[in-house]
T-cell receptor
Framework: GQQVMQIPQYQHVQEGEDFTTYCNSS?????IQWYKQRPGGHPVFLIQ?????EVKKQKRLTFQFGEAKKNSSLHITATQTTDVGTYFC??????????FGKGTLLTVNP | NAGVTQTPKFQVLKTGQSMTLQCAQD?????MYWYRQDPGMGLRLIYY???????DKGEVPNGYNVSRLNKREFSLRLESAAPSQTSVYFC??????????FGPGTRLTVL
């Protein structure tokens, strides 16, 4: 079945440093979605990428979808303590189900 | 507009006990999902319901049953709880833009 690998599993940064998490799918995706989960909370939708090579920005967050639609990345510029949480990617294949990566836990030292 | 609600928020069971986790949505979404989340394992799909009256197995269905009672409600039942089912359970719906809207979760401990 479809597998989505996400790295790194953990990332600790100093406030102001950049952060990147990567997702790779074993199959071509129809779209990829990113979610953020604060400690003790539930996943909250951030963004959806649909087109090959697509790049989207949300303030300090930059999301990319690979040309082959099998990989994606989330980059945060100049992290803040409010960025703390686990970031998940979810890849959708042809069956309308999302397969999630295991997530990257980001901690930020003020 | 409450979105997705889940009850209970917390539950402690003894091995062998049964219980039903409830999920309800008021967004008129067709598809609903049950996930479990374990440390280091991400979100794993247990069951989903593409529309009222249909249910399908996900990645980890063993030990669980589901009921799509109507368009609003999708329940998850543990017939004989086991310690391996200790987890956080999330219900989610599929929005009109094909993204997922999650409920607040149920934290279940099986002793």
């Amino acid at each position: 079945g479809q597998q989505v690998m996400q790295i790194p599993q953990y990332q600790h940064v100093q406030e102001g440093e950049d952060f990147t998490t990567y997702c790779n799918s074993s199959t071509t995706l129809s779209n990829i979605q990113w979610y953020k989960q604060r400690p003790g909370g539930h996943p909250v939708f951030l963004i959806q990428l649909v087109k090959s090579g697509e790049v989207k920005k949300q303030k300090r967050l930059t999301f990319q979808f690979g040309e082959a639609k099998k990989n994606s990345s989330l980059h945060i510029t100049a992290t803040q303590t409010t960025d703390v949480g686990t970031y998940f990617c979810g890849g959708e294949g042809s069956n309308y189900k999302l397969t999630f990566g295991k997530g990257t836990l980001l901690t930020v030292n003020p | 507009n409450a979105g997705v609600t889940q009850t209970p928020k917390f539950q402690v069971l003894k091995t062998g006990q049964s219980m039903t986790l409830q999920c309800a949505q008021d967004m008129n979404h067709n598809s609903m999902y049950w996930y479990r989340q374990d440390p280091g394992m991400g979100l794993r799909l247990i069951y989903y319901s593409a529309s009222e009256g249909t249910t399908d197995k996900g990645e980890v269905p063993n030990g669980y049953n589901v009921s799509r009672l109507n368009k609003r409600e999708f329940s998850l039942r543990l017939e004989s709880a086991a310690p391996s089912q200790t987890s956080v359970y999330f219900c989610a719906t599929r929005t009109y833009t094909d993204t997922q809207y999650f409920g607040p979760g149920t934290r279940l401990t099986v002793l």
